[in-house]
């Protein structure tokens, strides 16, 4: 029973997830359009055209709330979902920074001039619809500024044109991090490398980020912005002043570029840890202002943090090791997504990759956290970087957060293990969160906890990698 669409038909299908049934049917495997949250939740995408021989063998998956239209051919796929922020948060939303725009939480999509998406009325239409997500399709050109248009705690995920592949990481790639994990223990030269991140580097860099400094000129770093084009330069200068080779990378036209540095390995080897952040901002509905100080100032701060230190220290890997600064993540990870997919065509071993994406704010009477994902990442390298936490930063706190999924998403499609650092084990509590307020000099913006969780990442890269100091 397939709903006639418009011209052309297909099927377009939103399945709970099952990791065994795609990768076995060719028909889900090869028409997979990603994964994606809703709540708790894991859905994927499975997109056919009416023309396709796997039009009959999907109808065993058809039930009516599976299958939906097919979009009007030229119009882009957009997955939105619900950030998992909490209620504390949702009921001072508005409060601050002259927003006034209460209600955030809903998303109308019954058009009207309350509608943060009126403006795409006549250009969108929705395929599938829960209390915490949708997927819409709307013309090219609005898809590309959809996180500006979204209430504040929902986020958009533009869908590939082309099927992705799914690829589940293989037991063999985890057996590198489970032989670290075995052999884990305090080393006090790692300490001493770990212990040497500067806090006052870090409030000068971030200050440079969301442009506190009064000089660097940045007031967003949204993808489209000429802030964002700014620090994509100023960062590849910094890591290169450190003696890593950087290049910016291009992904899509209009965005600003990945940047990506490399320090390369003292052995013959192609194996590469990579450890990043995201330096592409959002803020508030209307504003042009995007600071992005916690999100993601904070993990691109860390990881220009520990590159200085990789300097000072003079430390040389054993295995290749990448910093890489993601743009394009708040339209939903097409930064990470494009250079992890490059990666797997190219046959590279990535031994592991962290994303650290919000590391610095800590409620007021709440302890220093480290929040790892709870859905989408690799256990062992979860369990690495828990383990590692306990050994190096012991004042942390460490448990699971829902807010999922930054770019180690992208890494974890492509069969790669992966995870994420974040700063609080529990939902988003930032009041700054997708907000023009979002500096670092505020209440709540701990160098205490962003200094903490960049060691744990550095330690991670120092145990995995191997090492040796020069001199
Ligand atoms: C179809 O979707 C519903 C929920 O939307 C889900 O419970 C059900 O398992 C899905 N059917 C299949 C075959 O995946
Ligand atoms: C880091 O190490 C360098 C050189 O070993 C030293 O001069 C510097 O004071 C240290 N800084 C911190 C913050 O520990
Ligand atoms: C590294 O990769 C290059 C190019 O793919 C290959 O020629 C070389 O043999 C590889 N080296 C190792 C140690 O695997
Ligand atoms: C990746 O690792 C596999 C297995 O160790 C090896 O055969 C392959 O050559 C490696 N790829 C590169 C690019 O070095
Ligand atoms: C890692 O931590 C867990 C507890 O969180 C502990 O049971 C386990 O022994 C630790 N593993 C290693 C290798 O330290
Ligand atoms: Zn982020």
């Not at 001039?113 to 250009?123: F, N």
């Not at 890593?244 to 036209?253: G, H, P, R, S, T």
């Not at 023009?436 to 960049?454: H, K, T």
Request: overall charge negative.
């Amino acid at each position: 029973m397939l709903i006639q669409a418009k011209v052309p038909v297909g099927l377009l299908l939103v399945l709970p997830f099952d990791a065994n049934i795609i990768y076995q049917d060719s028909c889900l495997r090869d028409n997979f359009f990603g994964n994606y949250l809703d709540g708790g939740r894991i859905n994927s995408i499975i997109s056919v055209s009416s023309d396709s021989p796997c039009i009959d063998s999907l109808q065993q998956y058809v039930q009516p709330s599976n299958f939906t239209l097919v979009p009007e051919l030229g119009k882009q796929l957009v997955w939105v979902e619900q950030t998992a922020v909490a209620d504390s948060l949702k009921a001072i939303d508005g409060a601050y920074m002259g927003q006034g725009n209460g209600n955030q939480e809903a998303l109308h999509l019954n058009p009207s001039r309350d509608d943060p998406l009126v403006s795409l009325q006549t250009l969108y239409q929705v395929h599938h619809r829960t209390k915490g997500a949708a997927l819409l399709s709307v013309d090219s050109g609005s898809a590309r500024n959809i996180d500006t248009l979204l209430p504040r705690y929902w986020k958009s995920t533009l869908l590939s044109q082309q099927p992705i592949s799914y690829i589940p990481v293989p037991d063999a790639a985890i057996e590198p991090v489970r032989q670290v994990l075995s052999k884990l223990k305090f080393d006090p030269i790692v300490a001493s490398v770990v212990n040497n991140i500067s806090i006052p580097h870090m409030k000068n860099d971030i200050r440079f980020l969301t442009g506190e400094d009064g000089v660097s000129g940045i007031i967003s770093r949204h993808s489209f912005s000429l802030g964002a084009i700014t620090a994509a330069h100023w960062l590849k200068q910094r890591f290169e002043d450190t003696g890593a080779k950087c290049k910016l990378k291009l992904f899509l036209e209009g965005f600003a570029p990945n940047v990506v540095c490399r320090y390369a390995s003292t052995r013959n080897t192609n194996d590469t840890i990579i450890i990043s952040g995201h330096y592409d901002s959002r803020g508030s509905f209307g504003s042009t202002r995007a600071p992005g100080g916690d999100d993601d100032g904070s993990g691109t701060t860390a990881i220009l943090a520990i590159a200085r230190t990789i300097a000072r220290k003079g430390v040389k890997f054993h295995r290749n090791v990448e910093l890489v600064a993601f743009a394009g993540e708040e339209q939903g990870l097409l930064g990470s997504k494009a250079y992890a997919r490059e990666l797997r065509e190219a046959g590279e071993n990535i031994t592991l990759m962290i994303q650290a994406d919000m590391l610095a704010y800590r409620a007021p009477g709440e302890p220093l956290q480290l929040g790892l994902p709870d859905i989408i990442g690799t256990p062992e390298v979860t369990q690495l970087v828990a383990n590692i936490s306990a050994i190096y930063s012991p004042e942390l706190v460490v448990g699971y957060t829902p807010a999922c999924c930054s770019d180690h998403q992208s890494f974890h499609e492509q069969g790669y293990p992966s995870t994420q650092v974040f700063e609080r084990a529990g939902p988003i509590v930032d009041p700054m969160y997708h907000n023009s307020g979002d500096l670092s000099d505020r209440e709540g913006y701990s160098f205490v906890q962003l200094y903490a969780i960049a060691k744990v990442q550095f330690a991670t890269v120092l145990h995995t990698a191997g090492f040796e100091l020069e001199d």
